[in-house]
Structures are given as structure tokens and as C-alpha cells.
């Protein structure tokens, strides 16, 4: 798990996982497919907090992300910034 970002267990399938220290979040839209993005809010910088099964919620200004990282719902007009990973058995990793 050395470098680890998270274990592929603790991202629930069709939703998300926000690791607040690390500032991302990871989905896993589909069983096996992940995907990670920053946390940082891309309307004015907030940390998103919470997932709502398939949308991951901005606590400030209440934009709403999709899995795969666009915008759902406003005042964000970008979405989440991605960032690369790859799967390495059940371990999560900074590709
Ligand atoms: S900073 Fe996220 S909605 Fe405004």
C-alpha cells in the first residue's frame, strides 16, 4: 500500500470517495473503473465534502459533480481537474 491513495474496497460502486487530506476524490462510476479528480471546487475553491450517491456536492456555493467529473449543477462552470491513477492489485496510485 506504500504511496497507496486508497484501496479499491473503500470506493463504493457508483459513487464516490472524498479524501479530504489529500484533497481528491475517486469514483468508480462503473464496478472496476476508477477515476480521481481533484477535490478543489473549480467555481472558487472550496474543498468539495460530501457525495449524494452519483454527485459529489460543493458545500459552499452548491455546484454538483458527475462521476466522471463535470459539472451537474451550477454556479461551477468547469468540473473537477482529473488526475491520473492506475490500479496496482487492490491498491489505488498516482500514475
Ligand atoms: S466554491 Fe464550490 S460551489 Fe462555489
Request: proline fraction near 7%; charged fraction near 20%; glycine fraction near 10%.
Amino acid at each position: 500500500m506504500d504511496g497507496a491513495l486508497a484501496d479499491t474496497a473503500d470506493v463504493p460502486v457508483g459513487s464516490a470517495l472524498i479524501i479530504t487530506e489529500l484533497q481528491l476524490v475517486v469514483t468508480q462510476p462503473v464496478a472496476g473503473e476508477f477515476f480521481a479528480y481533484s477535490a478543489v471546487c473549480p467555481h472558487q475553491g472550496c474543498l468539495v465534502r460530501e457525495v449524494r450517491e452519483d454527485t459529489i456536492v460543493c458545500p459552499c456555493h452548491g455546484s454538483e459533480f458527475q462521476l466522471d467529473g463535470n459539472v451537474q449543477r451550477g454556479p461551477a462552470r468547469r468540473g473537477l481537474n482529473p488526475l491520473a491513477i492506475r490500479i496496482e492489485g487492490t491498491s489505488i496510485i498516482p500514475a
